[in-house]
C-alpha cells in the first residue's frame, strides 16, 4: 500500500485486523463472562491488567492505547500468561495481553476518526490536546513534544458497543490527557447507563492562593466535572481540591452511579496491605474506590485512615 500524504510529509498507514467481533459488532469474550471493564490510556504503567483484574474475576477488560510501542509491550504480556512455562514462538489469541482481556491500538475522541496525537518525550503526557505552555508542574520532560503522529480513534459510543449490548459496564477508567471529561461530555446519556463506575483524571479548582494551572489546552475543572458527572447520575467519591497533595494539580477520581453498591469497607488489617503494595507501586481497586485514595501518586495520596 501506498503511503498517505499529509502535507510536505508522506506517512504509510495501514489498515489491520486487530481483533475478532461476534455478530452484534462486540468482542468476542468467554461465555462466562458476567461484566466488562474499560480502560483507555494504559502506556506501560499502572496497566489494569496487572493491577485490577484479578479482583473482577468474571470480567472481561478491553484496552485501548494509541502509541504503538506501548500497545506491543501490552500484547507481548500474551506469552507468558499463556505459556508459563517458557515456551517461545507460540501463538496467542489475536488481540489478547490475557485470556480476559484485549488491546486495542486506538484512540478514543469525541468524534473518531483519524486524529493528531501529540507524543511527549514523557509517555503518558502524550494527548490530542496542545500542552499549556504556561503550566508549571508538567516539568520539561513532559512538555517536550517530539513528534506529532496520526493514529486512528473511535468514540466512546463506539467504545461501549464494544463492549457488547448487555453486560454491564462494571469500570469505565478514562486516561487521555486531558481528554477525560470531553469524552464523557461528548457522549449521550442513554449510552452510559450500563456503567457502574468512572475514573477520570480531573485537574483541580485554581484559587487565588492556589493557582492550579491546565498541564493542557482546554481542560475543565473539577467543579464542573464533578456537577457534569452529578447530572448524569453519578456521585463523586471525593470532594474537589484545589492542589493535590504531591504538588501537582490533576488527581483520578471515582464516580459512582447512585444506585450501584459501593465495595465493602475493608477490614483495618487490610490497610496495612494497602501500605504495603502501594509502596510496591502497586494499586488495588479498593484503595481509591469510595476512600479518596490515589494510586498514581502513591503514599503522598489521601490514602490512609
Not at 167 to 178: E, F, T, Y
Request: aromatic letters at 6%.
Amino acid at each position: 500500500m501506498p503511503p498517505a500524504r499529509a502535507g510536505a510529509n508522506a506517512r504509510l498507514v495501514v489498515p489491520m485486523h486487530i481483533a475478532d467481533l461476534d455478530a452484534m459488532g462486540a468482542v468476542l469474550m468467554p461465555a462466562n463472562v458476567r461484566s466488562v471493564i474499560l480502560e483507555i490510556g494504559c502506556s506501560n504503567r499502572n496497566t489494569m491488567d496487572e493491577e485490577e483484574l484479578d479482583f473482577y474475576p468474571r470480567s472481561f477488560l478491553i484496552s485501548f492505547e494509541p502509541l504503538l510501542d506501548k500497545y506491543a509491550l501490552l500484547l507481548s504480556k500474551a506469552q507468558r500468561r499463556y505459556y508459563p512455562n517458557g515456551e517461545t514462538d507460540q501463538a496467542v489469541p489475536l488481540a489478547h495481553h490475557a485470556p480476559r482481556a484485549v488491546a486495542l491500538p486506538l484512540a478514543v475522541s469525541p468524534k473518531g476518526g483519524m486524529i493528531t496525537f501529540n507524543v511527549s518525550k514523557v509517555s503518558g503526557c502524550s494527548s490530542m490536546l496542545p500542552l499549556n505552555i504556561l503550566s508549571w508542574w508538567g516539568g520539561k520532560a513532559c512538555m517536550n513534544v517530539i513528534e506529532t503522529r496520526q493514529v486512528p480513534s473511535v468514540t466512546l459510543s463506539e467504545v461501549l458497543k464494544l463492549a457488547g449490548p448487555v453486560l454491564p459496564i462494571k469500570r469505565l477508567k478514562i486516561d487521555a490527557q486531558g481528554m477525560d471529561f470531553k469524552l464523557i461530555a461528548s457522549t449521550p446519556a442513554a449510552d452510559l447507563e450500563r456503567v457502574e463506575e468512572i475514573e477520570l483524571e480531573v485537574l483541580g479548582d485554581s484559587t487565588s492562593r492556589v493557582p492550579c494551572s491546565a498541564l493542557y489546552e482546554g481542560q475543565e475543572r473539577c467543579s464542573k466535572v464533578v456537577a457534569n458527572l452529578a447530572s448524569l447520575g453519578f456521585v463523586s467519591t471525593s470532594a474537589c481540591h484545589p492542589m493535590h497533595k504531591a504538588m501537582v494539580c490533576e488527581r483520578s477520581m471515582r464516580f459512582l452511579r447512585r444506585q450501584a453498591a459501593p465495595l465493602p469497607l475493608p477490614a483495618r488489617a487490610d490497610v496495612r496491605l494497602w501500605r504495603q503494595k502501594l509502596q510496591r507501586g502497586n494499586c488495588l481497586p479498593y484503595v481509591v474506590t469510595g476512600y479518596r485514595g490515589d494510586c498514581e501518586y502513591g503514599s503522598q495520596g489521601e490514602l490512609f485512615w
